[in-house]
């Protein structure tokens, strides 16, 4: 069977990032999520005071100080992923409200996409990876053999998020979170450097109609019928 690259794009909280994740352990891949490495540098310029919620990003000195972010991945002792900012793990704390409110404006800047997008590439050379994200389809991969688009209304990724959040133990409210994630999606689709948008060859999955079992027979039967292709 050949390695393939599947690249999994789709709005904020959509679902494509447990999907993606739940492909690659049944399939054996590599599973990159590219929001994490936006969220990590984000978290840097928060921890710097490079961005804050009302005077918004400094652009000029995070660029400047782009060479000192390092983004990398560590699997935890229970299997998952953990994503680390110049090698501290960070995975709680990227999830934060605060990083969700400022990571939409800083994934906007080119200078930290180049670089992003460069890492991303890197660790899809050899194949046999899924990545989720924004722009894996059109941008990174666009020569991925699979391409999916996952789409899920607004209502439904609020509430999807609200449950995380309030599963790990943050105070939020259904209103701030529904807002966040309509903001998001504005930025992320209207942005010029590579914005949100459904590839013309990837594969749409309507996320609000299938339950989670299904989209992972779907997206097994999808991934069968083009490895196997010759
Ligand atoms: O998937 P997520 O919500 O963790 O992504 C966080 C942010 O990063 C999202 O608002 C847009 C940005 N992003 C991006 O611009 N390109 C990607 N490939 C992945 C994420």
């Given at each position: 069977m050949r390695k393939i690259v599947v690249a999994i794009d789709g709005y904020s909280s959509s679902g494509k990032s447990t999907m993606a994740r739940q492909l690659a352990r049944e399939v054996g891949y590599l599973y990159v999520d590219s929001g994490a490495m936006y969220r990590a540098v984000t978290l840097f310029a928060l921890r710097h005071g490079l961005a804050c919620k009302d005077a918004g990003v400094d652009v000029e000195r995070l660029v400047e100080r782009l060479p000192e972010i390092g983004v990398t991945f560590r699997l935890a002792p229970d299997g998952t992923q953990h994503t680390c900012l110049n090698g501290e793990d960070v995975e709680a704390e990227i999830?934060?409200?605060?990083?969700?409110?400022?990571?939409?404006?800083?994934?906007?800047?080119?200078?930290?996409?180049?670089?992003?997008?460069?890492?991303?590439?890197?660790?899809?050379?050899?194949?046999?990876?899924?990545?989720?994200?924004?722009?894996?389809?059109?941008?990174?991969?666009?020569?991925?053999?699979?391409?999916?688009?996952?789409?899920?209304?607004?209502?439904?990724?609020?509430?999807?998020?609200?449950?995380?959040?309030?599963?790990?133990?943050?105070?939020?409210?259904?209103?701030?979170?529904?807002?966040?994630?309509?903001?998001?999606?504005?930025?992320?689709?209207?942005?010029?450097?590579?914005?949100?948008?459904?590839?013309?060859?990837?594969?749409?999955?309507?996320?609000?109609?299938?339950?989670?079992?299904?989209?992972?027979?779907?997206?097994?039967?999808?991934?069968?019928?083009?490895?196997?292709?010759?």
């Open positions: 999830r934060r409200m605060e990083v969700s409110d400022m990571v939409s404006p800083v994934a906007v800047i080119p200078e930290v996409r180049h670089r992003l997008v460069a890492l991303q590439q890197s660790y899809g050379r050899d194949k046999g990876i899924v990545m989720d994200g924004r722009d894996i389809g059109t941008a990174v991969f666009p020569d991925a053999e699979m391409k999916v688009f996952v789409n899920a209304s607004p209502e439904v990724r609020a509430q999807r998020r609200v449950d995380e959040l309030r599963a790990k133990g943050e105070q939020v409210d259904y209103a701030e979170v529904y807002a966040n994630v309509c903001e998001r999606d504005r930025i992320d689709t209207t942005r010029k450097e590579s914005p949100l948008r459904q590839a013309p060859d990837a594969l749409l999955l309507d996320n609000d109609r299938l339950s989670r079992s299904e989209q992972m027979e779907w997206l097994l039967e999808r991934f069968r019928e083009i490895t196997e292709r010759d």
